[in-house]
């Protein structure tokens, strides 16, 4: 018999006041316009998600395959032997890391999110930053605190703008308790530089706040001489660092995150609440996938080099992008890391406002993708000012449409000279001569 009792009313949804859901994530929304263009057969430009589109390396798959085998769930922080990887790999740049300091999760998004419930204070981070920062604060409840970045520098807040930011938030009331940081950044793909490291570490004791380096795109930058500091090496009581598989190895879909957590007291509390937040909502991180992460972590040379190998893809066609960007006379900072770059149409705003009564980041990129099929994201979905005419573009998508043409990606020299990652450069230049004309 089918159910024949009243149906449940839309009231019943209705949040208490001050409590406000996410909609889904801007970056997955867009890929999801992108993939129902293509079943339609329109052409489409993937330029709105943040992954890494090359093949998953073959000893990786393996060691997967054979810990398929591996049923229960495991301990709450990770397995023993990963924890242990993580530890090493951390070890190997600089930050003596203990095996007991690592947590392990399913993604470090997970971490994150586990990390703010763990924290239980608002936060600061810099404007722009990662989308999932600001929508995964809202979700528990704490306010993000957008903060400006120094001019020049992307992936990490002003320290004397944080300074304001915390008295501000003290004066209405709330308590700034850690500050985010994105070090290479997405969604400009530049880092920040290690002075710039310094004095945010020096702000971040000034406020006792905790300090959460994102470095899942640390082995992704481009070139060996762009200095990098973390400031784990800076300010380790107050550090956490998290990062990933997903971007380096090409496995965000096996989700699989690590987080190091802070030395002394305060590390271990924190420590702590991340294993009970864990403990309650994901148990513990896909054991196989665990088993083969461990093996990542270790480094062996088949993976370093497979590494060193996607580098080159990430760094030759951003780097193209870019190129593409700026001939056509947008402004562009030159990518360092990763697949990013944040083009500003800024020298294009009166064209765009006669010609199409385009005003917005997101109305530029509705536009890209309506008329051109081209995806991208508007800065405003990075926290930026609605009205600057700034995007995330994402070049890892463009590596190939088979495994065939992204297993050869990964192995070219030069692999913008293919002839479907030079067709995609091509469709770009097309795209904005006509937008620009
Ligand atoms: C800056 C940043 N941090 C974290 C993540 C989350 O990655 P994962 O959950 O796969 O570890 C992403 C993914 O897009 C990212 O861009």
């Given at each position: 018999?089918?159910?024949?009792?009243?149906t449940?009313?839309?009231?019943?949804?209705t949040?208490?006041?001050?409590?406000?859901?996410?909609?889904v994530?801007?970056?997955?929304a867009?890929?999801?316009?992108?993939?129902?263009?293509?079943?339609?057969?329109?052409?489409v430009?993937?330029?709105?998600f943040g992954?890494?589109g090359?093949?998953?390396?073959?000893r990786?798959?393996?060691?997967?395959?054979?810990?398929?085998?591996?049923?229960a769930?495991?301990?709450v922080?990770?397995?023993?032997?990963l924890?242990?990887?993580?530890?090493?790999?951390?070890?190997?740049?600089g930050?003596?890391t203990?095996?007991?300091?690592?947590?392990?999760?399913p993604?470090?998004?997970?971490l994150?999110?586990?990390l703010?419930l763990?924290?239980?204070a608002?936060v600061?981070?810099?404007?722009p930053?990662?989308?999932?920062?600001?929508?995964q604060?809202?979700?528990?409840?704490?306010?993000?605190?957008?903060?400006?970045?120094?001019?020049?520098?992307a992936?990490?807040?002003?320290?004397?703008?944080l300074?304001?930011?915390?008295?501000a938030?003290?004066a209405?009331?709330?308590?700034?308790?850690?500050?985010?940081m994105?070090?290479?950044?997405?969604p400009?793909?530049?880092?920040?530089?290690?002075?710039?490291v310094?004095?945010?570490?020096?702000a971040?004791?000034?406020h006792?706040?905790?300090?959460v380096s994102?470095e899942?795109y640390?082995?992704?930058i481009?070139?060996?001489?762009?200095p990098f500091l973390?400031p784990?090496?800076?300010?380790?009581e107050?550090t956490v660092?998290?990062?990933?598989?997903?971007k380096?190895?090409?496995?965000?879909g096996?989700?699989?995150g690590?987080?190091?957590?802070?030395?002394?007291p305060?590390?271990?509390?924190?420590?702590?609440r991340?294993?009970?937040v864990a403990?309650e909502?994901?148990?513990a991180?896909?054991?196989?996938?665990?088993?083969?992460?461990?093996?990542?972590?270790?480094?062996?040379?088949?993976l370093a080099?497979?590494?060193?190998?996607?580098r080159?893809?990430?760094a030759?066609?951003?780097?193209?992008?870019?190129?593409v960007?700026?001939?056509?006379?947008?402004?562009?900072?030159?990518p360092?890391a990763?697949?990013?770059?944040?083009?500003?149409?800024?020298?294009?705003?009166?064209?765009?406002?006669?010609?199409?009564?385009i005003?917005?980041?997101?109305g530029?990129?509705?536009?890209?993708?309506?008329?051109?099929?081209a995806g991208?994201?508007?800065?405003s979905?990075f926290?930026?000012d609605?009205?600057?005419?700034r995007?995330?573009?994402?070049?890892?998508?463009l590596y190939?449409?088979?495994?065939?043409?992204?297993?050869?990606a990964l192995a070219?020299?030069?692999p913008?000279r293919l002839?479907?990652?030079?067709?995609?450069?091509?469709?770009?230049?097309?795209?904005?001569?006509?937008?620009g004309?």
């Amino acid at each position: 018999m089918p159910w024949a009792g009243p149906t449940l009313m839309s009231d019943s949804l209705t949040l208490p006041a001050g409590r406000r859901l996410v909609p889904v994530s801007a970056t997955l929304a867009a890929n999801e316009v992108l993939a129902t263009r293509r079943r339609a057969g329109q052409p489409v430009l993937p330029l709105a998600f943040g992954e890494s589109g090359l093949p998953v390396h073959r000893r990786l798959r393996a060691e997967l395959a054979s810990a398929s085998g591996l049923g229960a769930y495991g301990p709450v922080a990770g397995l023993p032997a990963l924890r242990e990887a993580a530890a090493g790999y951390w070890t190997r740049r600089g930050t003596p890391t203990e095996p007991s300091r690592v947590v392990a999760g399913p993604g470090s998004k997970a971490l994150l999110f586990g990390l703010l419930l763990a924290l239980g204070a608002d936060v600061a981070m810099p404007r722009p930053s990662w989308v999932s920062y600001a929508a995964q604060a809202r979700l528990t409840g704490l306010a993000p605190n957008f903060v400006p970045t120094v001019p020049g520098e992307a992936g990490i807040c002003d320290p004397a703008a944080l300074d304001e930011a915390v008295g501000a938030a003290r004066a209405a009331g709330r308590r700034i308790g850690a500050v985010l940081m994105t070090l290479p950044d997405n969604p400009t793909g530049r880092v920040a530089s290690p002075e710039a490291v310094r004095e945010l570490c020096a702000a971040a004791q000034r406020h006792d706040l905790i300090i959460v380096s994102d470095e899942i795109y640390r082995d992704l930058i481009h070139d060996s001489a762009t200095p990098f500091l973390s400031p784990a090496s800076v300010a380790p009581e107050r550090t956490v660092v998290t990062t990933a598989l997903s971007k380096s190895m090409s496995v965000g879909g096996w989700r699989l995150g690590v987080a190091r957590m802070p030395d002394g007291p305060a590390g271990q509390m924190l420590r702590d609440r991340l294993s009970g937040v864990a403990s309650e909502i994901w148990s513990a991180a896909p054991v196989p996938v665990q088993q083969a992460a461990a093996v990542a972590f270790t480094e062996p040379p088949e993976l370093a080099e497979y590494v060193s190998h996607a580098r080159r893809v990430h760094a030759a066609v951003a780097r193209a992008t870019a190129r593409v960007f700026a001939a056509a006379g947008v402004r562009v900072a030159m990518p360092q890391a990763a697949f990013y770059l944040y083009p500003d149409f800024a020298p294009w705003r009166a064209h765009l406002a006669d010609k199409y009564e385009i005003t917005t980041g997101a109305g530029l990129a509705a536009l890209l993708l309506e008329r051109y099929g081209a995806g991208t994201l508007p800065g405003s979905a990075f926290g930026d000012d609605p009205a600057a005419l700034r995007l995330r573009v994402a070049t890892g998508l463009l590596y190939g449409d088979s495994e065939g043409q992204r297993e050869t990606a990964l192995a070219a020299p030069d692999p913008v000279r293919l002839p479907w990652i030079d067709a995609a450069m091509s469709r770009l230049a097309e795209i904005l001569a006509d937008l620009g004309s």
